[in-house]
């Protein structure tokens, strides 16, 4: 497959390059790469990325549940550059939470559920396309399912240092001293 905007097309033909290849676009052109066949579930029910090297633990919600939730993240705040894995830690604390709250875990396992039979017969993992997903996600925008999972995203996404490094974020600065004297300006992600 090999569909390229006319612009960048010409682009980078004119500069002599290859079209680059990022994993978001990849993505949009590959129905057969998802990451529901990046993640298998194990015996005792946690969820294993061989690819990336990580597990996670799933103890409240179902694993299938668990692993929607990180697509569902990657989906509303996407970036080519973070691993899975940091999806994956930002939405652990549904299941934690889920274990102690019956309310929250119904909110959780019910969200998914109605996600799955809205995206139809293969359910939202099943939707190899992001832009299919995000279609979907749109008509589901306002409910308390995805203002919960939206709302958390913001802080359990973007509050982990190893993301920092990635964005090139070099965290709090008041107690160095402030950004002027550490090179504020050298950020390269803007």
Do not use: C
Request: aromatic share 8%; hydrophobic share 40%; glycine share 8%.
């Amino acid at each position: 497959m090999s569909h390229v905007h006319p612009h960048d097309h010409h682009h980078d033909h004119a500069h002599g390059r290859a079209p680059q290849l990022t994993r978001r676009s990849f993505l949009q052109r590959s129905s057969s790469v998802t990451l529901a066949s990046a993640i298998t579930v194990t015996s005792a029910g946690a969820l294993l990325n061989s690819a990336e090297a990580w597990a996670l633990d799933v103890k409240a919600l179902k694993p299938q549940t668990m692993t929607t939730l990180i697509q569902l993240a990657r989906d509303i705040y996407p970036h080519d550059r973070f691993a899975d894995r940091f999806y994956a830690i930002a939405v652990k604390g549904h299941d934690e939470k889920a274990g102690k709250d019956a309310a929250h875990k119904a909110l959780i396992e019910g969200g998914v559920a109605a996600l799955d039979k809205a995206a139809g017969a293969k359910g939202y993992l099943g939707l190899g396309w992001e832009d299919e997903r995000v279609k979907l996600l749109r008509k589901i925008e306002t409910t308390p399912f995805f203002q919960t999972i939206r709302g958390g995203l913001v802080v359990s996404l973007y509050n982990q240092p190893d993301v920092w490094s990635v964005l090139g974020y070099e965290g709090e600065s008041y107690s160095k001293g402030g950004y002027i004297e550490r090179g504020f300006n050298d950020i390269d992600w803007l």
